[in-house]
């Protein structure tokens, strides 16, 4: 990683797998997600009207937002049904004991 990177939380702060947890950073807002043991971070708000990501669920590898059910690949951002509105992904990596984003 690089100067961009900013330490988001511990290891052991980290959602269990198939769960969610929002993460804030400065002014932005996280949700991170473990997907088949893969950390995955996307911007919390939702690009459809800012739902909350975090509060919705995870199926078939996509966060689904709980406000107008837009589910999004955690991995890719892409939005299923609606190419032209991906979520922004950030790229995670653990150090030690820290889990790191590129912001």
């Known amino acids: ?14 959602p269990e797998e198939g769960g969610l947890r ?6 932005l807002t996280l ?3 473990r997907v088949e ?5 996307v911007d919390n ?4 009207h800012g739902g909350p990501l975090a509060e919705g669920i995870i199926e078939n590898g996509k966060v689904v937002c709980p ?3 837009y589910a999004f690949d955690l991995i890719t951002g892409s939005c299923e049904g609606s190419p032209n509105m ?4 950030f ?13």
């Not at 990683?1 to 980290?14: K, P």
């Not at 929002?22 to 002014?27: A, L, P, R």
């Open 1 to 14: 990683m690089d100067e961009n990177s900013v330490r988001i939380c511990s290891v052991s702060e980290l």
């Open 45 to 48: 708000e939702c690009p459809h």
């Open 37 to 41: 043991g893969r950390i995955c971070a």
């Open 22 to 27: 929002e993460i804030s950073v400065g002014k």
């Open 31 to 33: 949700c991170v997600g």
């Open 91 to 103: 790229e995670v990596v653990i150090v030690g004991d820290d889990v790191l984003a590129k912001l």
């Open 86 to 89: 991906p979520a922004r992904v």
């Open 67 to 69: 406000w107008h059910a």
